[in-house]
């Protein structure tokens, strides 16, 4: 069996080829988009999971593209560090937080080898990394390596889930496709494939206690579809009357599921979109 440890050659290709990718999903008022809902519920939920930890509010996440959770913890005054493989992330990164007026490290790395000394960190978090690995037991050491005594670890996991929410709405994708500019189309047609797992959180979960982590938990998460004629890596939005009225609409779902009194972001592993993974080291 071939040992995939994550392209980076390809991931640097589909950041340089796509316009989309200069769009920093993150806001100070009220989501407008559909990814814009989605990072902010990411970040409410993460919050929920860091509970009181304060500490020196270091976070690292590992694999930040342009980084738009990571907008959120700097706000919030958060000292941030963001890595990826992908010089041209970085880039977009930097120039995203430079117009936000956010503050930030920023650093070319690889995830199998981390540029940072043990216990740098108090929160390392991932959002769409550890699926790209087939191999992933490196990636969970190295971050648990950098996570200070009491730190936490998140992982956030997308794996390739046919058979998630998404599977209901996939004819409106393919709608949307059929009908959108040609240009649109060719862009899509030159994206560079990836590899993605399907694994749910068992072998994860194993990985992290092999490397330390302990009070370790697991959910499924985003518990809504994407609508999108490019719901692939970089998401492709729709005009903005459509989807402020997917964000309202998504709205009504997830204050429904809040009404019964848990996280609404949270759900069954297997039904949302992804999964999140976390422990204390």
């Known amino acids: ?3 995939h440890k994550g392209d980076g050659a390809a991931f640097d290709k589909n950041w340089k080829d796509r316009p989309e990718t200069s769009y920093l999903h993150w806001t100070r008022g009220e989501p407008e988009n559909q ?20 500490g020196e509010k270091r976070c690292l996440e590992v694999g930040c593209g342009r980084g738009s959770l990571s907008a959120y913890f700097a706000d919030d005054g958060w000292n941030c560090t963001l890595l990826d493989i992908s010089e041209t992330a970085i880039k977009r990164a930097k120039q995203a937080f430079e117009k936000a007026d956010l503050k930030a490290n920023f650093d070319i790395g690889d995830c199998l ?36 005594e009491g730190g936490m670890f998140i992982g956030y996991v ?10 209901d709405y996939e004819w ?13 189309a060719q862009a899509i047609s030159g994206k560079t494939e990836v590899y993605r797992s399907d694994a749910l959180s068992p072998p994860y979960i194993k990985s992290m206690k092999d490397a330390g982590l302990k009070k ?11 609508v999108s004629h490019s719901i692939d890596f970089p998401f492709s939005l729709l005009p903005e009357v459509a989807e402020r009225t997917l964000v309202h609409h998504f709205k009504d779902i997830l204050g429904k599921r809040a009404a019964e009194g848990s996280n609404p972001w949270l759900c069954e592993e297997g039904e949302g979109q992804a999964f999140l993974l976390w422990g204390r080291k």
């Not at 997308?158 to 599977?167: A, E, G, N, R, S």
């Not at 370790?216 to 994407?226: C, D, F, T």
């Open 35 to 54: 990814i814009q809902l989605a990072f902010r519920q990411h970040w409410l939920t993460f919050n929920e999971l860091l509970a009181n930890q304060v």
């Open 1 to 3: 069996m071939t040992e």
């Open 158 to 167: 997308v794996p390739h889930l046919p058979d998630c929410i998404q599977k």
């Open 172 to 184: 409106v994708n393919q709608l949307l496709k059929a009908i959108m500019p040609e240009e649109s």
């Open 113 to 148: 080898d981390l540029p940072y000394p043990d216990g740098s960190f108090d929160l390392v978090f991932s959002i769409g990394l550890l699926e790209h690995f087939e191999d992933f037991n490196l990636v969970i050491s190295e971050q648990t390596r950098v996570l200070d």
């Open 216 to 226: 370790i938990k697991a959910a499924g998460a985003y518990p809504l579809p994407m």
